[in-house]
């Protein structure tokens, strides 16, 4: 058993050994990250708001205002339009463009009139003095500029992560750096760096307060969009997300703080990690590479959405927009910015930048800080620990409610967390509990249900299942090879079965024997009792082995009595039947016995064999000789101590010369009652007399307690006694001993 144990322990650390590989970044399964971004979503749908946040307002690009306005591109007077009507009538706080400007606007014509003006209409003075004067309202980027002056707008742009070979990589301008990286760590921190960009026209970003890139280098292999950076690198500087800057402008303020932490160093350098973005006051907890997990307040339609011709026409609700942060983006299909996130599978990208400003502004953004990759490797040693050396040591419904309770107790912490705005790894810590748990389960089926299969093979007619159970925990403890021990035996046997046999068909006699046999097995295996044989009506069983029991006087005791309780309640049984009455007779015997698998080459038996084993047997024919149920010997009676027994005779049975000191159990001497008690004191005194040959005083007891007592045959059994010794004085140095002859 204890290398079954061993084999256990060393299977479950090989389990533990293949997830550390993944938590310590040696090796990571793929199937482990889709695992984990699984158990991310369903924490985040579990708990998701679902309510309406309206301070954030997405003016949508959607298909009623193409239908309206027409095809996108719209001509960027109208987008000017907008702008204007958004500050001036609608008094918005700032506006976020999920757009890029990085083409010119020559939706105008302006170009093909120019054109003509330098060819064809080139000496048409009224024409050259008509464009003159519209060639003002033609200029649709600096129309577009003009609107973005002094207002408090955000434009988007991308990063490039990647170049094609040749490929430039920069277009258009860039908007002002957040910050100017530090030297020291500028190199070392592990934050996404880009190779180029794709900016808005130079003349647009210029005039716009700011810019924020709406690129997303952290899309998940799956596709889904869980984190988004905050900031990147380009050249040095780190720039704002569109999210970020957009609630800068929100909030008015330029200054941000990074709060950079020393990791340790490699290579005999040291390495760095952005903890924190402050920002006037709110701390932005990033992960290494600056980005955060969205904080999804629900599925599409979490942010009010304003259809973008109801502003342009001037339509739109007032109330709506007042005072807020308003995001400009598209939920058409066609324009191909719709994303899938762990809410919903198409999804506007616009709407992702609103949660992302919703979480900032509310203090939700959760956080997966780097301690918790050392978290989860001390979580899944001591759960690998608990489980290998709990589970091979219970049932498996134990391990069952244990492995429960180990999953109920990670969930529950990593729920607490979560609603703390940390988020602690699940995916390998119930892995580990589930496969660990499979493995115990399977060894056991596989390998020591085998082995119980064996033993119950071998002795599940003769013991209780129970029994069979310890056993197979514990083979080390019982052995099939033949060894001495005290043991105590039990026989049993109906009272007049030949007469009862020979009144009764074959098929109602064997009805008989089962109906008496089944209970009375039931309860010598209650009582931990071993099955040896039946013979015909007689039953032999025994205590202590194959597994040792130290109580098995005491065992074999109980079981001899309910047997004569159990009797008692099948009497009614058979008299419904039609069958005769029953009565058993039973002789137990404590004393080294020869016990283990014995027999032929062709069948083998696990039995007992000795002095011992015969004496038990002539013990339960005694029974009918002093017209009691149950006989034990001295050795029985002293291991029961609690017991209150009536000594029956000192006899010398056949096949032993030793006189043996015979009783009957009376009960618990707590539950003796006074009149038993007070009898046995009579018949003690009665017996006291018969061993001194006062023949007169103990045949005067001996009668009065027949007649007190006329259903105790033992009393009629002195008095024949009495009458005999008499007559044929036993002599002086009689000993008390009576021999029986018989059986």
């Excluded at 984990?36 to 309206?54: A, G, H, K, S, V």
């Excluded at 024919?621 to 291991?639: M, R």
Aim: include cysteine; aromatic fraction near 10%; charged fraction near 20%.
């Amino acid at each position: 058993m204890q290398l079954q144990r061993i084999i256990r322990l060393v299977l479950s650390g090989l389990i533990l050994l293949i997830l550390l590989v993944d938590t310590a970044g040696l090796y990571k399964y793929p199937f482990l990250k889709q695992l984990e971004n699984w158990t991310y979503d369903t924490r985040l749908n579990f708990t998701r708001l679902d309510t309406l946040d309206d301070r954030v307002v997405i003016v949508d690009i959607d298909e009623n205002s193409l239908a309206e306005i027409g095809r996108w591109p719209w001509g960027r007077d109208k987008l000017a339009t907008i702008v204007d009507n958004l500050f001036e009538t609608y008094q918005v706080k700032v506006v976020g463009f999920d757009i890029v400007f990085a083409e010119k606007d020559e939706s105008s014509g302006l170009e093909m009139f120019e054109h003509l003006a330098d060819t064809t209409l080139k000496d048409n003075v009224g024409y050259q003095m008509a464009l003159e004067e519209i060639r003002p309202a033609l200029l649709y980027d600096e129309i577009f500029a003009n609107s973005l002056i002094g207002k408090n707008v955000v434009l988007g742009y991308y990063f490039k992560a990647n170049l094609q070979q040749g490929e430039n990589g920069v277009s258009g301008g860039l908007p002002p750096a957040l910050t100017k990286m530090d030297v020291q760590w500028s190199e070392r921190l592990p934050i996404h760096k880009a190779l180029g960009y794709g900016g808005n026209l130079e003349i647009l970003q210029s005039s716009a307060r700011s810019g924020g890139y709406f690129d997303n280098p952290f899309v998940d292999f799956d596709g889904v969009f869980r984190r988004v950076p905050l900031v990147q690198a380009y050249q040095g500087y780190l720039f704002a997300s569109l999210a970020l800057a957009t609630t800068q402008g929100y909030l008015d303020t330029a200054s941000i703080e990074l709060a950079v932490e020393a990791q340790g160093k490699k290579g005999g350098k040291e390495y760095y990690a952005l903890e924190n973005i402050n920002l006037k006051g709110s701390r932005i907890p990033v992960d290494a590479n600056g980005a955060v997990f969205v904080p999804y307040r629900g599925r599409q339609g979490s942010f009010p959405y304003v259809p973008a011709y109801k502003v342009l026409e001037g339509s739109a609700d007032a109330s709506q927009l007042k005072g807020k942060i308003v995001l400009i983006g598209t939920s058409a299909p066609g324009l191909l910015d719709l994303r899938s996130t762990p809410v919903q599978n198409i999804y506007p990208g616009v709407e992702v930048h609103a949660n992302i400003i919703s979480g900032i502004l509310d203090d939700r953004i959760k956080h997966k800080p780097a301690w918790t990759v050392g978290y989860e490797f001390v979580l899944l040693v001591i759960v690998a620990v608990c489980m290998a050396l709990l589970l091979p040591l219970v049932s498996p419904l134990l391990a069952a409610v244990s492995t429960l309770g180990f999953a109920g107790m990670i969930m529950a912490g990593t729920f607490s967390a979560w609603n703390n705005n940390l988020i602690l790894p699940l995916a390998s810590p119930m892995l580990l509990i589930v496969l660990i748990f499979m493995l115990h389960m399977t060894y056991g089926f596989f390998i020591e249900s085998r082995g119980k299969r064996q033993l119950a093979n071998l002795f599940g007619h003769y013991i209780p299942p129970e029994l069979v159970d310890e056993m197979s925990e514990s083979p080390e403890e019982f052995s099939l090879e033949g060894e001495n021990r005290e043991m105590t035996v039990l026989f049993s046997d109906v009272r007049g079965f030949t007469t009862i046999s020979e009144g009764m068909d074959p098929r109602e006699l064997t009805q008989l024997m089962n109906a008496l046999l089944t209970p009375m097995t039931r309860v010598i295996h209650k009582n931990r009792g071993t099955i040896d044989k039946y013979m015909g009506d007689a039953i032999m069983s025994f205590w202590g082995a194959p597994l040792a029991d130290t109580e098995h006087a005491r065992h074999a005791l109980y079981a001899a009595m309910e047997m004569i309780d159990e009797l008692k309640i099948m009497q009614e049984d058979f008299k419904r039947r039609g069958w005769p009455a029953v009565n058993i007779g039973i002789g137990l015997n404590t004393g080294n016995m020869n016990v283990g698998n014995m027999g032929s080459e062709f069948r083998m038996a696990y039995t007992v064999l000795g002095d011992a084993v015969n004496l038990g047997a002539r013990l339960e024919g005694l029974t009918k000789n002093y017209g009691v149920n149950i006989i034990v010997n001295e050795s029985t009676k002293a291991a029961i101590p609690e017991f209150l027994f009536r000594e029956l005779d000192l006899v010398r049975v056949k096949g032993k010369s030793e006189p043996v000191a015979i009783f009957e159990p009376l009960g618990h001497k707590n539950d003796v009652e006074k009149s038993v008690k007070d009898e046995l004191s009579t018949y003690r005194k009665a017996m006291a007399n018969f061993r001194a040959q006062s023949w007169d005083k103990a045949e005067l007891d001996f009668f009065n307690l027949q007649r007190n007592y006329p259903d105790r045959y033992l009393y009629q059994v002195y008095l024949e006694r009495i009458s005999v010794y008499r007559n044929e004085p036993p002599g002086d140095d009689w000993d008390g001993v009576f021999t029986h002859t018989s059986k």
